[in-house]
């Protein structure tokens, strides 16, 4: 099996989010519009939602078990489509699906690169496709995973990761997407997560406008770390919140001001991994 040239270099995760259930993968395809390489549906059984993190890189493989796989794929074909429409078929040379042979995405790096297949042939013979950020194009004939195996133990080279992003195949793992299930929760203040904690500080929570990977440890509320707030609910005189600031589990920012902690737009996470 492809997949188990990617698992022997990076280790699934314990517990996956939006794990695959096989018997709605025909569902699946039927939606999307085409059949989809077999490996494909096996990373969704096997890794679940997530991304493969190096220390300077982070490629995120769509689930396509997730709810948000067919909004993913729309998202990425509007994309391209008006880069078509503006370039012309010199600078973008491919089709975009649904039209035949068309791409299709399955992926996306942090540096603004994008991950596709070329839907020429039988979904198990589709090729990869790279577009980087200056809309250069590279062309790789692996399926999707025995791809990514190649990639990571340094026997293919990808011209828009360049070393020493991926240097060391022993530091690549696979983080889990923690904000993929709470997303579809509704969002709250960060007072209210407060409260719900005791009425402690010492917890975490995610912007749902900020970029994927991103996430804040919250110190404290109004200077205080713990004990009951001030005010009426669910605002409470709006204190001011301090918080670190992570971004894929680095720490960016330190002890930062928040005053924005009154707005609905928050969700309670776990912590992320090596944070």
């Given at each position: 099996m492809a997949i188990d040239d990617l698992t022997q270099l990076v280790e699934p995760p314990k517990f996956l989010v939006e794990k695959g259930d096989p018997s709605i993968w025909r569902s699946i395809e039927q939606r999307i519009g085409t059949p989809l390489p077999d490996d494909f549906r096996d990373f969704g059984i096997t890794y679940g939602s997530g991304s493969f993190?190096?220390?300077?890189?982070?490629?995120?493989?769509?689930?396509?078990?997730?709810?948000?796989?067919?909004?993913r794929i729309n998202q990425h074909r509007y994309t391209l489509e008006a880069l078509k429409a503006g370039e012309g078929?010199?600078?973008?040379?491919?089709?975009?699906?649904?039209?035949?042979?068309?791409?299709?995405?399955?992926?996306?790096?942090?540096?603004?690169?994008?991950?596709?297949?070329?839907?020429?042939?039988?979904?198990?013979?589709w090729r990869v496709i790279v577009r980087d950020d200056p809309n250069e194009l590279e062309e790789f004939g692996e399926t999707m995973t025995t791809f990514l195996a190649k990639v990571f133990a340094r026997r293919i080279s990808v011209r828009a990761w360049p070393e020493p992003i991926l240097r060391d195949s022993v530091s690549i793992r696979f983080e889990s997407?923690?904000?993929?299930?709470?997303?579809?929760e509704n969002p709250q203040?960060?007072?209210?997560?407060?409260?719900?904690?005791?009425?402690?500080?010492?917890?975490?929570?995610?912007?749902?406008?900020?970029?994927?990977?991103?996430?804040?440890?919250?110190?404290?509320?109004?200077?205080?770390?713990?004990?009951?707030?001030?005010?009426?609910?669910?605002?409470?005189?709006?204190?001011?919140?301090?918080?670190?600031?992570?971004?894929?589990?680095?720490?960016?920012?330190?002890?930062?001001?928040?005053?924005?902690?009154?707005?609905?737009?928050?969700?309670?996470?776990?912590?992320?991994?090596?944070?």
């Open positions: 993190v190096d220390p300077s890189l982070r490629i995120s493989v769509y689930n396509p078990f997730s709810e948000s796989f067919q909004e078929d010199e600078y973008f040379p491919y089709g975009i699906f649904p039209a035949p042979g068309g791409l299709v995405a399955w992926g996306h790096d942090d540096l603004a690169g994008e991950l596709y297949w070329l839907t020429v042939g039988k979904p198990n013979n997407e923690v904000f993929a299930v709470l997303e579809r203040t960060i007072y209210a997560f407060y409260v719900e904690n005791g009425n402690r500080a010492d917890f975490w929570v995610r912007d749902e406008r900020s970029q994927v990977g991103v996430c804040y440890y919250v110190k404290a509320i109004g200077g205080k770390r713990e004990g009951p707030l001030c005010g009426i609910p669910d605002e409470y005189d709006r204190p001011v919140v301090t918080m670190d600031i992570y971004a894929n589990a680095t720490l960016i920012e330190k002890d930062v001001d928040a005053p924005h902690g009154y707005q609905r737009s928050f969700f309670r996470v776990e912590p992320p991994t090596g944070a």
